[in-house]
């Protein structure tokens, strides 16, 4: 809805109301016509002020509405007519104007906005373009390098920079409300003409072409096959090329095609999800988003190791006292400088200065005594974090919340080495962890409602996308992983080279293939965990190590590289080659195509021809059926929770929407069809063997993915 009320006498202030963010939906739509039309002809309103209730000016077109029929008055006519009001128009930003709402306030004669308001066209992360005239009006406004820049990228500007951009045209650090009437006053009756941007010209760089042509190679670099990006490119440069009526016209024909494409849908779909994984709840009906959590000051780091350090720097960046603990003397000193230097570093980036140094440092356990929560981040080895678990659990005063950063091992047999099994939670971080977004937060059989909510809400404080996950061996996203990792490995066998299947996911939308993300994080990771696992033979590479245990086809490839000490860049040598030890540049190495040929040779294998199709669908298709052994075994419990941890955690591209999703675009019958056909090609792999879960989905007329968690519950429930 929106309401018009007069202030000043003179004022006509029309409030947006439609909480939590005024959403134009489609009776603020028909609210802002009615009131403003009736502003507009009331002979005593010299002049209108647009504002938005609840602390938010607006935060664009009501996304929900998106994919339903839609109805009330549409955007483009509805700011038309603001525009060409006789009557200045202003709009007071409070909290955040954002897509279509920021394009409201294009169409007022003038902009003013709090200090701490914040604006943006984010349209290109939901799969659009701002089609209500954002990117006519934007460039003729502040120019087109800077608002290909807006556009293109999605960012939020401070109001400071919509300032110095030409964006606004007065912050105040006062109620925008009151500043926004008093602007009004002194306008009301002045002439508008030189006021209504689609009337600009927009300005025309010398160099357009050359600028146009550099912005499309960008956006292409980096949009890894997202088509949102390349079309906020071509609705600019109508913008400087054509009339504005043109202009509006182009971006019309553009936002249609987004619009029905299938990754407006899959972003979109991100865009709820994000937000759904934070509400929860346990599989004992217990909620952690309704379980207070309980209030974390000062936090320690047991490790400090890669992990350990970027989780310090997390912590302490999010306001928290630090105790960093490392028994090692040399590796402790290196710690130190480590992490002032990526404190310091933060600190810049983020254009703050370097707050006081809240992190405490120790080589004796002991100082972990008065904390409130620690977190574990030793080396990935059973024996020894079960010593420090029941060390904490004699040191940590009563209460204290112990987590664990192991992204494997199970949780449950850490929490039984301690006095409280219901304190004890998962903090799984991603490397490099004051960077990586996601954190899966591991919730074991005791685990309380309260330990998962306070480690939920620390996530957020430390501005992760939080996902809470069962436990079991590699949580949700490692688990995945290997299903993948091995049909890769079997390719490779079968014909293929790294190169070919790297192409294959990258050209899909990772930002790196297997192999080149193998070389990244070292072989010798999951070398360590098949060798305690008795799957290595020893000695393999001057043999003929065979390839199954147990009945299971296995490959032991990536267990030969690993004996000629191949373990990726930190060896400048793994499935590339690099210049030298940590380089980042992967280059095809002639020795493991001959390697591949003589081990081929070797067992008895005919290279095949193996196309990109059969790359993807073995290596995708293998871990989604693992995601939905997932959701069976109740480890997840949505469809949204795995796809966010695999878009924030694992580099799946956003446009897709997540494994789950990509699924449901595919086809879930198609998806099973061909699980079918590789097992029986392969008996040997259960990885590839359709499970029930996705057999049932089918059976039930493959419903969207929205629709899953009643038939996940069914299934659980007929257990
Ligand atoms: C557009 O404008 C197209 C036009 O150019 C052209 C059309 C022709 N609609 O994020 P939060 C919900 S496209 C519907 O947790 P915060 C959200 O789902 C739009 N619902 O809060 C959540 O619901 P729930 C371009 C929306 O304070 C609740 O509000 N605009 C919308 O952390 C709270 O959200 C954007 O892309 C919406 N537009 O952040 C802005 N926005 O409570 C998208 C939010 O049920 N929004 N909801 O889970 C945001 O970026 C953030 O929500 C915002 C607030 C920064 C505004």
Request: charge should be positive.
């Amino acid at each position: 809805m929106a309401q018009c009320t007069r202030v000043s006498g003179s004022v006509g202030l029309i409030t947006l109301q439609n909480p939590p963010v005024n959403a134009l939906s489609a009776a603020v739509r028909q609210g802002i016509v009615d009131t403003v039309k009736r502003a507009l002809s009331d002979p005593k309103v010299k002049s209108v002020v647009i504002c938005g209730q609840d602390g938010i000016f607006c935060g664009g077109a009501d996304i929900k509405e998106f994919g339903t029929k839609m109805s009330g008055p549409p955007l483009v006519p509805m700011i038309h007519a603001i525009e060409a009001a006789s009557k200045p128009v202003v709009a007071a930003i409070e909290g955040g104007a954002l897509g279509g709402g920021l394009e409201l306030a294009l169409g007022c004669h003038y902009r003013i906005a709090h200090s701490k308001a914040r604006l943006g066209l984010p349209e290109v992360s939901l799969g659009l373009l701002p089609a209500a005239g954002g990117t006519q009006r934007l460039p003729r406004l502040i120019g087109v390098p800077a608002a290909l820049d807006l556009i293109t990228t999605g960012r939020h500007i401070t109001a400071a920079e919509a300032l110095q951009l030409g964006v606004v045209d007065q912050v105040t650090e006062h109620r925008t409300v009151d500043a926004a009437v008093k602007f009004a006053l002194s306008v009301a009756g002045k002439p508008l003409d030189g006021r209504r941007i689609s009337t600009y010209p927009c300005p025309r760089p010398s160099d357009l072409d050359a600028l146009f042509e550099a912005a499309m190679q960008k956006v292409r670099q980096n949009a890894r096959g997202a088509i949102a990006p390349v079309a906020c490119v071509q609705a600019v440069r109508a913008a400087a090329t054509l009339p504005y009526i043109q202009g509006m016209e182009r971006e019309k024909e553009l936002m249609a095609t987004l619009f029905t494409s299938g990754q407006a849908r899959a972003l979109q779909y991100c865009f709820f999800a994000q937000r759904a994984v934070s509400k929860w709840s346990m599989p004992s009906g217990a909620r952690w988003d309704t379980s207070k959590p309980r209030p974390v000051h000062k936090a320690a780091v047991i490790g400090l190791g890669t992990m350990g350090r970027g989780i310090t720097v997390a912590l302490a960046q999010a306001g928290l006292s630090v105790v960093a603990v490392e028994t090692q003397e040399k590796q402790l000193m290196e710690a130190k400088q480590a992490v002032s230097a990526m404190l310091e570093r933060g600190a810049k980036r983020r254009g703050v200065a370097p707050g006081p140094d809240k992190v405490s440092y120790s080589h004796n356990i002991q100082a972990v005594a008065d904390v409130d929560l620690v977190i574990e981040a030793v080396f990935e080895d059973m024996d020894l974090k079960k010593k420090v678990f029941q060390q904490m659990s004699v040191i940590c005063k009563p209460g204290t919340f112990l987590c664990t950063n192991t992204s494997a091992l199970d949780v449950d047999h850490l929490a039984s080495q301690t006095r409280n099994p219901e304190l004890v939670v998962g903090m799984h971080f991603f490397a490099p962890a004051h960077v990586m977004k996601l954190l899966e937060v591991v919730h074991g059989s005791q685990s309380s409602p309260q330990t998962v909510a306070t480690a939920m809400q620390l996530g957020k404080k430390m501005g992760k996308v939080s996902v809470a996950v069962g436990n079991c061996r590699g949580f949700v996203g490692n688990r995945m992983l290997k299903p993948y990792v091995e049909q890769a490995f079997f390719l490779l066998e079968e014909g293929a080279t790294p190169e070919l299947v790297d192409r294959a996911l990258e050209e899909f939308g990772f930002p790196m293939g297997v192999f080149r993300m193998s070389d990244l994080s070292g072989l010798d990771v999951g070398w360590r965990v098949r060798r305690g696992d008795g799957l290595v033979e020893p000695g393999a590479a001057s043999g003929q190590p065979a390839r199954s245990r147990g009945g299971r086809r296995y490959s032991p490839l990536g267990d030969l590289l690993c004996e000629q000490g191949r373990f990726g860049q930190k060896t400048g040598r793994g499935w590339y080659q690099y210049d030298k030890p940590g380089s980042r540049i992967a280059r095809s190495d002639p020795w493991l195509h001959s390697f591949l040929e003589e081990y081929r040779a070797r067992h008895g294998l005919v290279a095949r021809r193996i196309d990109h199709q059969e790359v993807l669908e073995r290596c995708l298709y293998a871990l989604i059926n693992e995601g939905f052994r997932i959701l069976e075994d109740g480890i997840a419990t949505g469809p949204e929770d795995i796809d966010i941890i695999y878009v924030f955690g694992y580099g799946w591209p956003r446009h897709r929407g997540g494994p789950m999703f990509y699924a449901g675009m595919v086809g879930l019958a198609k998806v099973l069809e061909r699980l079918e056909h590789y097992h029986q090609a392969h008996p040997d792999v259960p990885y590839l063997q359709p499970c029930s879960l996705l057999r049932r989905l089918v059976a039930g007329g493959s419903p969207p993915v929205h629709r899953w968690r009643e038939v996940i519950k069914k299934f659980h429930s007929q257990l």
